[in-house]
């Protein structure tokens, strides 16, 4: 038998049906005397689909708090900006695990963190993205969670 395989894919890639069952899901959560067809009614989408996926996606933060998340940077070679990326996650309490930095070329440096996510994290996407926004930051990719 094979094993599952997963993806870690930013918003902006996910098909809407997909998103709209992850808002589905969220409204059933919150609101307790909701049926499924009412919460499908208000998202747009039909029960068939709902049901179809409703059990093969979930927001990447449910899972990640109190793990391990590996990511790599690419970044601009600035001094002080290691500083400031550990210093961002300091400031959402990450546990840093591991630190692992190439030696720039052609003005980028490759970074490979291993972060312990904080339990009391409610969103780890909120985090990512500041630390995509800091000024000399290329790109982040995720590698690996744990």
């Known amino acids: 038998m094979e094993k599952d395989k997963f993806y870690i894919l930013k918003q902006q890639a ?3 049906v997909l ?4 808002e589905v899901n969220r409204l059933l959560e919150t609101k307790k005397n909701l049926t499924v067809q009412e919460a499908t009614d208000r998202v747009g989408i039909s029960r068939s689909s709902y ?19 590996t990511f790599i940077l690419q970044v601009f070679d600035k001094p002080g900006l290691l500083s400031s990326i550990l210093k961002a996650l300091a400031g959402y309490s990450f546990n840093i695990l591991t630190i692992h930095q190439s030696v720039p070329v052609n ?3 490759l970074i490979t963190l ?23 930051v290329y790109y982040l ?3 690996a969670r744990e």
């Open 14 to 16: 996910v098909p809407e």
């Open 19 to 22: 998103l709209k069952v992850v």
């Open 51 to 69: 049901y179809k996926y409703r059990d093969y996606i979930f927001p990447f933060h449910d899972n990640t708090r109190g793990r391990t998340l």
């Open 107 to 109: 003005n980028l440096a």
């Open 114 to 136: 291993s972060v312990e996510v904080p339990k009391d994290l409610e969103d780890v996407t909120e985090t990512l993205k500041v630390i995509e926004e800091i000024e000399g």
């Open 141 to 143: 990719k995720i590698l």
